[in-house]
């Protein structure tokens, strides 16, 4: 079983459309949790951090679920410039971040 | 204000030749990384540093290496190029605080012919 599991996508839909993305983390132990974003041939970057209270950022919602080991990350109102590829990342203690493949989203006119 | 940069941006070389790939990061984070980032795969750890003379293996670390000498440098040495290297490379370092965010340079695309 891979560390990080996401769907790959892609996922198509219209603007203002909301999407749901879920990822599966396999080590219990982990501790610390982000969705990264990463736009088409430019480097990964920091979307949110997922705290265990869930957490909102404007249009983005992060929630995440120790008991049955999965994060999620809503976007609510989608906008063209949301098209990207999101990145599931998972921490556990010192060791370095393990990174899932991302799930493609394109947000259509 | 502070960066983290990666040269050459775009690199093409032979089958068999030695290629480095610089990154140099200004937070003087002790936590750097090299990543590969091919379709299908997702982003690999190549290696990894937590500090000055610390280097350790990533997952797919064969063929490559790194070396530590201060705290704002790694380098990515490709001991002999092969065509399965081709890909897209990033640098990343981390600040271990309760924040915790991983910052990523703008990645070099490296070319084995």
């Known amino acids: 079983r891979k560390e990080v599991e996401q769907d790959p996508g892609p996922f198509n839909v219209p603007e203002g459309a909301t999407v749901a993305f879920n990822c599966t983390y396999s080590?219990?132990?982990?501790?610390?949790f982000f969705w990264y974003r990463q736009d088409c041939r430019k480097e990964p970057k920091l979307l949110m951090s997922?705290?265990?209270s869930g957490n909102e950022d404007g249009r983005f919602t992060a929630q995440l679920n120790r008991a049955s080991q999965y994060i999620s990350l809503l976007i609510r109102d989608s906008k063209l410039s949301d098209s990207a590829t999101y990145l599931c990342v998972v921490m556990s203690g010192n060791t370095p971040l393990v990174f899932g493949k991302g799930t493609r989203l394109s947000v259509i006119a | 204000d502070a960066e983290i940069t990666q040269s050459p941006r775009h690199k093409i070389t032979e089958t068999g030749r030695q290629v480095t790939l610089a990154c140099h990061q200004t937070?003087?984070?002790?936590?750097m990384f090299w990543y590969r980032q091919d379709l299908g795969h997702g982003l690999r750890l190549i290696h990894y540093s937590y500090g000055v003379q610390d280097t350790n293996k990533g997952e797919v670390s064969d063929g490559y290496s790194v070396s530590r000498s201060n705290t704002e440098d790694l380098p990515l040495t490709l001991e002999s190029a092969a065509s399965s290297q081709t890909s897209v490379y990033f640098c990343?370092?981390?600040?271990?605080?309760?924040?915790?965010?991983?910052?990523f340079g703008p990645g070099t695309r490296l070319t084995v012919l």
């Open positions: 080590n219990s132990a982990s501790q610390s």
């Open positions: 997922v705290y265990s």
């Open positions: 937070w003087n984070h002790n936590n």
């Open positions: 990343a370092s981390l600040r271990r605080e309760a924040y915790n965010e991983q910052f």
